[in-house]
């Protein structure tokens, strides 16, 4: 049985277009930014709105599929855990920290012209097989 548990559901809109590259041994690892927005009403009534944005990772062949149908502005349901990094600013000397989610399911809630050019599933579960 498990003690603690790392889970996060997001969707939102993607920020921008997914960067993709293979590193030395071979695996292909990607990121693309998603904003996810919060409506809310102030204390005298009016409309606010608070945007989070989320850094996300992929790996393999989720790696793939997001460089074939992930695009800015589509709407996406991801499922992953976070993952903090920590780092010394060689100019400052200060410690930097910065946080991501790496996903371990996509699922595309709208119609990008990406996938309706690649034509490919717009769902992929890590545990899946690659889509390509």
Known sequence: ????VNKVI???RVGR???????????????FSLATTEIYKNK???????????QIIVWRGMA???DLIVEKGALFYVEGRIRSRSWEDPTTNDKKYSFEIVAD???????????????????????DESPL
């Open 10 to 12: 997001l969707i939102g």
């Open 64 to 66: 793939n599929l997001a």
């Open 17 to 31: 277009d997914p960067e993709i590259k293979t590193l030395e041994n071979g695996v292909k690892l990607g990121r």
């Open 44 to 54: 005298d009534g009016s409309k606010s709105e608070h945007t989070e944005w989320h």
């Open 1 to 4: 049985m498990a003690n603690s």
């Open 105 to 127: 399911e996509l699922h595309l809630l709208s119609r990008s012209q990406k996938a309706l050019e690649n034509d490919n599933s717009t769902q992929y579960k890590e545990s």
